[in-house]
């Protein structure tokens, strides 16, 4: 079982849908979680960043952690096609710093 | 915000040359970074951390003297390609840690 699970997608969805996309990890040290934003050929940039369980809302962007589960997802409201990106589940915990990524799911807003 | 720098943003090189990526925290001075590898429609992997005046970990798997790693500044780490092969063809990416990770923009090498 890999530690960080995505599904890769891809996801296609009208303008102004409703996002969700989730990851499923399995390393109970996971503390800090975050979403990152990729654009082809770019390097990814934080969208989210959330640390241990519970809800955090940005704009149009909602990260939701739960722990006990193990499961963690982010909602995008009002989707707009310049959301189309590949979206990376990120997390670390310990102390080596290190983040473990999700696969990333490519999503495309179609206007 | 913080802001990474990496250069150069892609590069082209033949086959048995060394090809080096510079990776700059512009605004902060960061302990640690990262260096990742990134193929096509696959996510970050890991290669190496490095801290700032000590010799990089590398993860399993990584050549340690095919990818050398330099930290030498608080704001500068460098990668480079050594004896590059298509094989190494690739998008690399930096992250340099203060509070947070950000990420450079990326090095798309291409080796012919």
């Known amino acids: 079982q890999k530690e960080v699970e995505q599904d890769p997608g891809p996801l296609s969805v009208p303008e102004g849908a409703i996002v969700s996309l989730n990851c499923t990890y399995s390393?109970?040290?996971?503390?800090?979680f975050m979403w990152y934003r990729q654009y082809s050929r770019k390097g990814p940039e934080l969208l989210m960043y959330?640390?241990?369980?519970g809800n955090k809302e940005d704009g149009r962007f909602t990260a939701q952690v739960d722990k006990s589960s193990k499961y963690i997802s982010l909602f995008i409201r009002d989707s707009q096609p310049s959301d189309s990106a590949t979206y990376l589940c990120?997390?670390?915990?310990?102390?080596?710093?290190?983040?473990?990524f999700g696969k990333g799911t490519l999503l495309t807003v179609n206007p | 915000g913080a802001v990474v720098s990496q250069h150069p943003s892609w590069v082209i090189c033949k086959s048995g040359t060394s090809v080096k990526i510079e990776c700059r925290s512009l605004?902060?001075?960061?302990?640690?970074m990262f260096w990742y590898r990134q193929f096509p429609k696959q996510s970050l992997m890991l290669m190496a951390t490095?801290?700032?005046?000590?010799?990089?970990?590398?993860e399993q798997g990584v050549e340690k003297d095919k990818f050398l790693i330099n930290h030498a500044s608080l704001t500068l780490s460098t990668l480079t390609v050594t004896s590059a092969h298509p094989e190494d063809s690739s998008f690399y990416i930096c992250?340099?840690?203060?509070?947070?990770?950000?990420f450079g923009s990326g090095t798309r090498l291409t080796v012919v």
């Open positions: 992250s340099a840690r203060d509070y947070g990770y950000t």
């Open positions: 390393n109970s040290a996971f503390q800090y």
């Open positions: 959330t640390y241990s369980s």
């Open positions: 990120a997390m670390s915990g310990g102390s080596n710093y290190k983040l473990t």
């Open positions: 605004d902060f001075q960061a302990t640690t």
């Open positions: 490095s801290n700032e005046g000590s010799k990089a970990t590398y």
